[in-house]
Structures are given as structure tokens and as C-alpha cells.
């Protein structure tokens, strides 16, 4: 079954919820079934799919809840420069967040920088990809991105702090 | 600070989402500015650490039955979603055929892909140890530059003897060696040093997953601007990685590839 287990997953993280992300798949190859004539040969398979299921999620009654939650800042083009840490190689090895450590950050960010984190380090997708599958312009990827992944460093070093 | 030029790129950097060009550029100033070499492990750490705690949800037996059984069968029941309702397309039956393979023809590519991804991810790996093994402190277990001091301390550690090549009359100095995990296999980890490079050589008992890290006719590769050799003798799976020049890590592999023959 074409990416079965990463819809799976990906289903998992936006519902957090087993049963819902059951639904959300299954609605998923549904779509996709009834829907394959709007899918052209030659195109990116990956985002079309990707994209019928974060659709269907965005329809569900999680989904709608959880868009309404206030994004992490205002979601503008700009992409933010980082600021530089002065970390040692030494640090950075015994500074490795448990696994569960970030499954917890994770979990924490708003549905909309989740989900293209998810895309860009789970799922391995290129900047262009993600931008057809959330259907945001790449400049809106970079921004989200580098701001899911501040977030996860902030709430990491704050939970090895803590 | 030249840094503030550099530190914005890190991202799309580690994303592999710079042109060749700006690529080049980020790869000789991470040479020289540790402050953007450190923040760049960092983030390589967090996305590869994300990669793996974020595979949390996994279908179960049961459901992936249903759903493959409901595929097949060109029929889909909605019961869950929505209305609960059940949609029987009988008489779409030659177009859910032609989805169907759509869907086959599709998922075949994506198997291929996604075996690829997967070979890129213990290659990226591998890089990774060999990055992380320059950051340490003490990047080896077992120090001396005598292969018959290296050798038998493998032994107990790793499931599989190996030969260590003679380096007498070569340009290559053994550091030492460690124990590396991939994949949650051990292996041997042995540390060279050629100029002012160093070179990680890798040995791995000759696993299935191990085998389509690279391909037949494949026998190197380039990533993250490492040089990566392989090759299989024996049922061990040999890498060599480093920066070094693309002709000290075959001159290194030949090396190791006649040794492992002796």
C-alpha cells in the first residue's frame, strides 16, 4: 500500500489520537480512490496524497479546533535569522534530547508548524513539496519551519534545564 | 560578522536545500568558523533525532488488513467517517480498477523511493558518527597506531573478526578504533589520518539492510560533501568516509580490500 504507514503516522501526530488517525487514513485512500482522476500522471504522487489527507484533517472536528489555536508568532514570509549559540561539540554530544523529550516538544507545537516539520524531517520532502502539499508558498515553509524548529530547541533546553 | 551572513543559510543547509554552489561556499566557511560549525551539528542532530522519535504512530495488523482488503476489493466502507455510510462503487468497477493500479504502479515507485530514502538515512548516519567522532573529546576507545594492539580489542565486542591493513610506506596513520552502532548492529569503527584529514573506515557483519545501502554497480557516493566507498567480502560490509581527497579514500579502500582478502 502506497505510503501506508507514513500517512499512518503523519494521521497520528495531527489527531493524536489512534482512532481518529484510523479514520483519517482510511478517508485518505477514499478520496484518493474517488478522486484519482484529478491526480495527473507525472506530478508528485506524495504531495497529492499528503495533501488529500492534511485536507480531510482540516475538515475534521480536530482539525478545526486545532487550527483555531494561536500559532506560535504571526505567520509572515519573512524567514527570521537565527541567533547563533555558543555551544562546544562536547555540549552538543551530551546534550542529546531523549526521545522522548522530543516527542513531547513535538506534540506541543501548533498543528501548522507541526505538520511541516513533520514533512521536512520525517517524511524527508523537498521545500517544494511541502509547499504543494500544505499549498503555502516556500517562503511560508522556510518561516514555518525555522520556527517549529526554534521552538523545539527553546522547549528542549528549557526541559534539560528544568 | 561574517557569521550573520551564514547563520540563515544553516537551515536550508542542513534541509540539502542550497544550490551547488551555496552549498560549496557553506562547507569551506564551516571549516572555518566554529561558532556556524557547531550550530550546524546541532541542528543536523535535532533533525535527525526528530526523524526518529517522531515514527511514534504505527498502524496495527488489523487495520492495515481492512484497509488494504477495502483497496482491492474496490470497495471502500465509510462507516467510521462522517454519515457512517456504506458506499459500494460496482458500478465504477472499471475505473476503480484503473485507481487501483494507479495506486500499485504508484506505491512500487514509492517502495523504490522510500528504500532509497532509507538507504540515504544509514549513509547519513554514518556520516554523522564520523562527524560526531571528530567533535569528541576522546574520539577513540582503543588509542595506538599498531593494527595488532587495534585488533584484538574488536575481539568480544563485535560479533566478527576483521584484517587490519599494513600501512607501512603509506601516507595513512591508524588513530585508534571505537565501537559504532547502525541500526542498533555493533561494528568496528577504525580511525585514520591522512594530512590534516581524518578517515573513518567502518565494518558491519553483511546485513540485508545493509546490502541496498548501495547499489550493485554502485561502489561510492557522495553525502554532505563526504566521500562514502563500500564494498561487501566475506559477509562483512566495509564503509570508508571522509573528506579527504575522493583518491586517498580509494587508495585507503584498496588498502583494507586487500587485506580483507589475505
Redesign the interface.
Known sequence: MPLFDSLYNFAGWLTGNREEAEDLVQETYLKALKGFSSFQQGTNFRAWIFRILRNAFLTSRTGLKATRTVPLESDDEETAVASATMDTPESILLGRASQEAIQAALGKLPVIFREVLLLSDVEEMSYQEISETVSIPIGTVMSRLYRARRAMREDLQGASNG | MA??IW??K???YV?A?LSEEEMRAMDAHLHECS??A??A???M???H???????????SPQ??RR??G??MA?Q?I?D???ARRT?TWRWAAP??A???M???V??I???RSSEH?RS?QLLSELTDIHV?NL???TPVDVMSSDRHTVKPWFQGKVPFTFNLPELEASPFTLVGGRLAYLDHEPGAHLIYNIGAHHISVFVFRDQPNLAHVFSARESSRDVLKFHVESWSAHELRYFVVGDASDESIHALTSMWKQAGNN
Open positions: 557569521s550573520d547563520q540563515p544553516i537551515d536550508r534541509d536545500e561558532s556556524c557547531a550550530e551539528l546541532r541542528r542532530r535535532l533533525k533525532d526528530t526523524k526518529l522519535a517522531a515514527r511514534r504512530y504505527a498502524p487495520f492495515r484497509i488494504e477495502q483497496v474496490g471502500v465509510a467510521r467517517v462522517g458506499v475505473l476503480l484503473a485507481a487501483v494507479v495506486l500499485l504508484a506505491g515507485m514509492l517502495s530514502a540515504q560526531a567533535a569528541a573529546s
